[in-house]
């Protein structure tokens, strides 16, 4: 975990998991780099954001597989989910839902599913396919730590591969460019970005 720059109540506070996704952002917004994977995204932000202040909203830039032919470009999330989590199971044993998918952004944005596994096959790739677009591994989590603190947050993914065969090659292939569209995307969109 990496903080740069100084958490305001007016700002945004810019997640994303590793340098190689924030490169080229420039900025004065706060960034926080989480590292990969649901457990480090979600104890990252939640340890920044109970130290406090809590910033104006976050934002969650980062790289994601496409799940489905055709995807690509930046893309708005509108819901994000876990997909190795089995909720079925656990509200069986319990009679509590565990991991309901969360509505982030754009409420009309495609669905993002999140989980700790890089999707380099064509098996789960298919089987994630019906009911998400995209595929990461920190949103969720980050969803989940902004939600329970009361913070508004963002996903925007730029799509760096096609979740299956080659996707890990591809990915560190097309991280710098990905990088480049993410800070674009962010100098567009975010208030106070300069």
């Not at 044993?93 to 989980?115: C, H, Q």
Request: proline content about 4%.
């Amino acid at each position: 975990m990496e903080l740069m720059g100084q958490i305001t109540s007016d700002r945004s506070l810019l997640v994303l998991a590793v340098e190689e996704e924030a490169q080229y952002l420039d900025t004065s917004l706060p960034v926080l780099l989480t590292g990969m994977g649901k457990v480090n995204a979600a104890t990252a932000l939640a340890a920044t954001l109970a130290r406090g202040p809590l910033p104006s909203d976050v934002v969650n830039l980062g790289t994601a597989g496409a799940l489905r032919p055709g995807w690509t470009g930046t893309h708005v999330i509108g819901t994000v989910m876990q997909h190795d989590l089995d909720s079925a199971i656990l509200r069986a044993l319990t009679g509590k839902t565990y991991g309901a998918p969360l509505t982030v952004g754009d409420p009309g944005g495609p669905t993002l599913a999140t989980g700790d596994s890089f999707i380099d096959d064509e098996t789960a790739r298919a089987r994630l396919a019906a009911c998400a677009s995209m595929v990461d591994m920190e949103g969720y989590a980050l969803a989940a730590a902004a939600h329970r603190a009361g913070v508004s947050l963002s996903i925007i993914k730029h799509v760096s591969d096609d979740a299956g065969e080659g996707a890990a090659a591809t990915w560190r292939e097309s991280a710098e460019q990905c990088a480049r569209a993410l800070a674009e995307w962010a100098a567009q969109n975010i208030r106070t970005y300069s």
